[in-house]
């Protein structure tokens, strides 16, 4: 599983980070920590577009969004 952090992040730079790990290692289940509610809604919202199972994971930081890819691509 990778890790990607984006917290601390303003506004739309955590999902083009995701979005890039994503591509970089396709077919690969992510592990995203995020600390805004906006970005755990367009993480999940990223996932769920590009073919992936979402779970979310409250934490004391945020949340742990898993992304798991149902498909062989992610675009």
């Known amino acids: 599983m990778i ?3 984006v917290s601390g992040y303003s506004r739309g730079i955590p ?3 995701t979005q890039k790990v994503m591509r970089e290692h ?3 289940m992510l592990l995203v920590l995020v600390d805004t ?3 755990k809604d367009d993480i999940t919202r990223l996932g769920v577009k ?3 199972a979402v779970k979310c994971q409250s934490t ?3 949340w742990e969004l898993e992304l798991k890819p149902l ?3 992610i675009s």
């Open 50 to 52: 590009s073919g992936c």
């Open 26 to 28: 396709s077919g690969e």
């Open 3 to 5: 890790e990607v952090n």
């Open 37 to 39: 509610g906006w970005a």
């Open 15 to 17: 999902t083009i980070r």
């Open 71 to 73: 498909a062989k691509s």
């Open 60 to 62: 004391e930081a945020g």
